[in-house]
């Protein structure tokens, strides 16, 4: 027992060390406010990322992939530049604290994919959570209530195309290990985005280059924290670390950049989050059901 518990407070203090990397990458591309055109900042961002990652990609390109798995690669590549453009473009426009909160719509993608594409099982109770996500949603947006400003819905669909990535990465790491998915899916990114980063070209400043740099660093060690949580602790105990990110992101957006604190985003995130925490929770107890042997079973 303490020895679980131990691992509980290990894979909590790494997703919290996760929560600040993602919430410090939020904070610096909105400092930037914009300056750069967004697909001319993802590039680059993904360009440091490559540096971070070529001892992997190297090994892997010189072995080759089956014509499948290079497709999925591209899919995912081009799902991805959506993505980052859109997030990008989000990040100009719109709070921190929306941007955080509106990201929360990943997961329940995720799961609604597996569901549709991937023949997973959606049990009432599950749909119930989705929906109740899906509420939160739009607790967050507030359609008809308020002007929908285009970064909210450009948020809305780097959320979709994101999650859409991540559904392909669940196929591609049935085929090849994680660290040449992620690896690969830097490399096809900056492919795709660099004719688009090409067409809106404006010189940028020494000092952009480098904060997009301090970007790619914070990104790449928030995987990789997160990664360190999901090995140290069940996802039962992690995830509901994550609405944590929403409570920083409300707060760098209201000392950092002035902006306003609203409570209906704290509402509408923490919908969303406890909707999700249930999703893993129901799943954590089904695979825990599927490995209990049998009342009677023999014991070796």
Known sequence: MERETRRDLIGIGWMLAT?????????????????LPAP???FIRFLFGLAFLLPVIAPALRGGFPAP?????ALRGGLHVVAVVAWFHAMSRITVAEVTAIGFLNPIVVTLGAALFMGERLAARRLAAVGVALLGALVVL??????LDPGHLSQVAASLAFGASYLVAKRLSERVPAAIVVAMMSLCVAIGLAPL???VWVPPSLSQVLWLGVVAVFATL???TMTRAFAAAP?????????????????????????????????????????????TWREAQIRARTKTPPVGATKA
């Open 222 to 224: 928030g995987h990789y």
């Open 69 to 73: 798995v290079w497709r999925m690669f």
């Open 197 to 199: 980063a090409l067409a």
């Open 235 to 279: 996802l039962t105990v992690t995830q509901p670390v994550t609405f944590l990110q929403l409570i920083w992101a409300s707060l760098v957006g209201v000392f950092v950049f002035a902006e306003p604190l609203d409570g209906w985003v704290i509402l509408g995130g923490a919908m969303m989050i406890a909707a999700i925490s249930y999703i």
């Open 40 to 42: 001319q900042a993802a």
């Open 142 to 147: 507030r359609p008809g209530l308020r002007v």
């Open 19 to 35: 929560g600040l990397c993602f919430v410090a990458v939020n904070g610096i591309v909105r400092g930037l406010d914009g300056a």
